[in-house]
């Protein structure tokens, strides 16, 4: 587990200080993939950069395995960071080595024999499918392959936790895919923790299993990802999340229903195994209520099915609130939009 | 003697330049191999605490950057004729005479590492940072990075410094006559221009401009090969 406590970094500038990140505490379990996102300059590039001490935090302790990353220096420090792999945006690999040498790089800088060195490289090579790019040099590689190359060298010395900062923005939306369940692989074969720094919530709804969303240099909200698209509380939140579930109503049809008699529209989510459950039939026929479907979506947030209903629901006050009972009867999640008695 | 164009075609014009050109360009290129390695063996790790020293940079030390910048400044804004003359003690306690081709060699290095050292700090300020923090956050010493991701990283713009370096060198060593250096830059203003030989000038033009375009080429190719 990593646990993070009020940490503070600020820089200081002509203008004065500038708060990079302001008070954050953070609690990241263990073999978690765990996101944080933010808009670009909300803080979350120097946040993880603090995790292995490129920055060096103004002040705040970060705990991994019971020892205080911020009171290391020198030799101390570095041995922690041969425990802790990165990867970045634009991979960082060195120009003048080969694919293999690249991945060799951390184990002569942990100072391992040359057949340590060459059994390592090739089950990771193996790990990352570049068996057949071994001997190519980055230039010649393409920009998933590149990033592969730095996940390879990034696990080479068996780190426990494994940052990733923008890992995919650099990367075609394909690419990313790929990219991401490699890293969803790795993470369930080798049980490390991850921490995935990332602008692009499809990210977070591919892999993460949980999710802190960071906002002006603060923490706004954190939680398991499926708690947070449910229920996002901050408005930075739900910004984020209609870029990957978009559940907007065309706002001309939301005009004309509100002129409806005794109608509400509601939102209905349901998660996992809900997903298959006949709700509708089962409404229609509890319930003496009128529906009308405006919009329905079926996703996935990580593994977990996920989907959205969006219904015009028809009725006096007391058959409405009835189906309202009915739909928390079965754990359902009901948000009403509008309602026009 | 004036030059008489049909002197070109009489065999004993030719062993006769022959005589005065081939210990001259022997005297050049030691002059040169040996100011350039020894200019190197001072410049490189001057260049490297340049770079690994400044602000923001694996080890920063404003105290130490400024200082050496400041030296290298100061040498390098010394005229090399005046150099090669203030050096004349310095030189002849540390090679017993002050002229000679060896002794050239002294003012030639005291000149060219300074040179190196910012030829150095340019070419490894080319490596981006994040290559280097990367190495950082694999826990890499500071020593490990110079060795492991600088040096290796820039070794292509290193090569053409080196190259650079070594066609300065040879102007400088022109310069060398001054002090009984000897070399083709001597040659050409002993017999070329003070006696008006001009077909040894010519020669001896002819002579630098090959050793330049060769030392060029083969740097350019090296760098090609390098590169990936």
Not at chain 2, 5 to 25: E, G, H, N, R
Request: charged share 15%; aromatic share 6%.
């Amino acid at each position: 587990m990593i646990q993070i406590q009020n940490l503070v970094k600020t820089y200081s500038s002509r203008q004065g200080d500038v708060i990079a990140i302001d008070d954050v505490s953070l609690r990241i379990p263990k073999n978690s993939i765990f996101g944080i996102i933010g808009l670009s300059g909300a803080g979350k590039s120097t946040l993880v950069r603090c995790l292995n001490l490129l920055e060096k935090p103004t002040s705040g302790q970060i705990i991994i395995a019971d020892q205080d990353l911020t009171k290391l220096s020198g030799k101390a420090l570095r041995l922690a960071r041969q425990k802790i792999g990165m990867i970045f945006q634009h991979f960082y690999l060195l120009q003048s080595r080969t694919v293999t040498e690249n991945i060799a790089f951390p184990l002569e800088i942990a100072g391992l024999s040359k057949q340590e060195i060459s059994r390592r490289v090739d089950e990771l090579l193996h790990l990352v499918g570049l068996e057949d790019k071994a001997h190519a040099y980055p230039s010649q590689l393409s920009g998933g392959q590149k990033q592969r190359v730095g996940i390879a060298r990034a696990l080479a010395t068996k780190p426990q936790i494994l940052l990733c900062d923008e890992a995919t923005s650099a990367l075609d939306p394909q690419t990313t895919l790929s990219i991401l369940n490699l890293l969803r692989d790795i993470n369930q074969k080798l049980g490390l923790t991850m921490i995935i720094i990332t602008h692009e919530m499809k990210v977070v709804k591919e892999i993460c299993t949980d999710v802190a969303v960071l906002h002006e240099a603060r923490i706004v909200e954190n939680g398991p990802v499926e708690s947070v698209f449910i229920h996002p509380q901050s408005e930075i939140a739900q910004q984020f999340i209609s870029s990957v579930f978009s559940h907007e109503l065309p706002l001309d049809l939301l005009k004309e229903i509100a002129t409806h008699q005794n109608s509400e529209i509601v939102r209905i989510q349901f998660l996992g195994s809900r997903t298959s459950d006949p709700i509708m039939t089962d409404l229609l026929r509890t319930c003496n209520v009128g529906a009308n479907i405006l919009y329905g979506n079926i996703d996935h947030i990580r593994s977990t099915l996920f989907g959205t209903l969006t219904l015009e629901l028809q009725g006096n006050l007391e058959q409405l609130q009835q189906a309202h009972d009915y739909l928390s009867s079965r754990e359902l999640n009901v948000e009403v939009i509008q309602r026009a008695l | 003697m004036p030059f008489e164009p049909s002197l070109l075609f009489q065999a004993s014009f030719w062993s006769d330049i022959a005589q005065l050109i081939t210990p001259a360009v022997g005297e050049t290129l030691y002059m040169v191999v040996v100011s350039t390695i020894l200019a190197y063996i001072l410049g490189l790790p001057l260049g490297v605490i340049l770079v690994v020293t400044s602000p923001g940079h694996i080890s920063p030390n404003p105290w130490v950057e400024r200082t050496l910048g400041t030296l290298i400044n100061i040498l390098r804004s010394a005229p090399f004729i005046i150099l090669l003359v203030a050096f004349i003690p310095f030189t002849r306690s540390l090679v017993g005479t002050s002229i000679g081709t060896t002794a050239a060699i002294v003012p030639l290095v005291i000149s060219a590492a300074p040179f190196v050292a910012r030829v150095v700090e340019s070419s490894l300020k080319e490596v981006p940072y994040g290559v280097i923090e990367a190495a950082l956050s694999m826990g890499a010493s500071p020593f490990q990075i110079i060795q492991k991701v600088l040096l290796p990283e820039a070794k292509a713009s290193l090569i053409l410094g080196v190259t650079i370096t070594t066609i300065s060198i040879i102007g400088y060593t022109a310069m060398a006559g001054a002090v009984g250096g000897g070399g083709l830059g001597d040659l050409a203003i002993q017999y070329g221009y003070n006696r008006f030989r001009t077909d040894i000038m010519v020669v001896t033009v002819i002579v630098l401009v090959v050793i330049v375009q060769g030392l060029q080429s083969l740097g350019t190719t090296l760098v090609r090969k390098l590169s990936h």
